[in-house]
């Protein structure tokens, strides 16, 4: 089994109990850290967030440059619900609360917004993935259910950054990636998802091991 170096970065606002234990049953050795220097030592970074778009960006801000820069060092980068959405440009979110604009990591450019008036939210509760393309990140989870709780969705510019998908009214990304795999995010919780989340973190962990 893998033993990749994964990083949860603690920012204030991440599920880091849940996500350090999801981490370490899909192989990982796991080190949560407010240090950002800690990132240039990983195999892997882990962005949780449970939250507000801006609030995450604000608590984030002493570790903006060390996710660009470990990306830009081909340390795979991995954002789970808020985390994920914070890798996109921007979110509507912080501009339907008066905050006018919030910068996101821009990592996968796009725009974070909201559930349409005739949908009920938060999407909250277990739905579908469907791949839309081969990828390593989703191996053996096309047709499985995960765990959403989110108001918002990301809409990327390049409609290939979405691995998966899920049906809520329409379909929206519920796994984005990059092409150069070494960005991911899951809108979804994989730590409260069972086995498909156990699948998609060892997956993750996989591909932190063979690009270390």
């Known amino acids: 089994m893998s033993q990749a170096d994964i990083v949860v970065v603690d920012y204030g606002l991440g599920n880091l109990r849940s996500v350090t234990r999801g981490l370490q049953r ?3 050795n796991v080190e949560v850290s407010h ?3 800690a990132l240039t030592r990983a195999d892997g970074i882990v962005l949780p967030g449970v939250g507000a778009f801006s ?37 509507e979110e912080s501009e339907q609360v008066g905050q006018g604009d919030v910068d996101g990591l821009d990592l996968i450019p796009g725009k974070n917004v909201r559930f349409g008036r005739d949908q009920t939210v938060p999407h909250m509760g277990w ?26 969705y990301a809409a990327p510019e390049d ?40 699948r998609i973190l060892r997956n993750f962990v996989e591909l932190c091991d063979s690009s270390a």
């Open 35 to 37: 240090d950002p220097a």
């Open 55 to 91: 609030e995450g960006m604000e608590n984030a801000k002493p570790f903006r440059k060390a996710l660009i820069e470990a990306v830009d060092d081909d340390i795979p980068l991995f954002g789970i619900c808020l985390g994920m959405q914070m890798l996109l440009t921007a979110s």
């Open 159 to 198: 409609e290939h950054a979405s691995v998966a998908s899920t049906d809520y009214g329409h379909a929206f990304p519920s796994i984005v990636a990059t092409d150069d795999d070494t960005v991911f995010g899951t809108q979804f919780h994989p730590e409260k998802s069972g086995k498909t989340g156990l």
């Open 26 to 28: 899909a192989g990982a």
């Open 127 to 152: 739905n579908e993935l469907t791949v839309e393309r081969e990828h390593p990140i989703v191996a053996g989870v096309d047709g499985q259910y995960a765990y959403f709780v989110h108001s918002y």
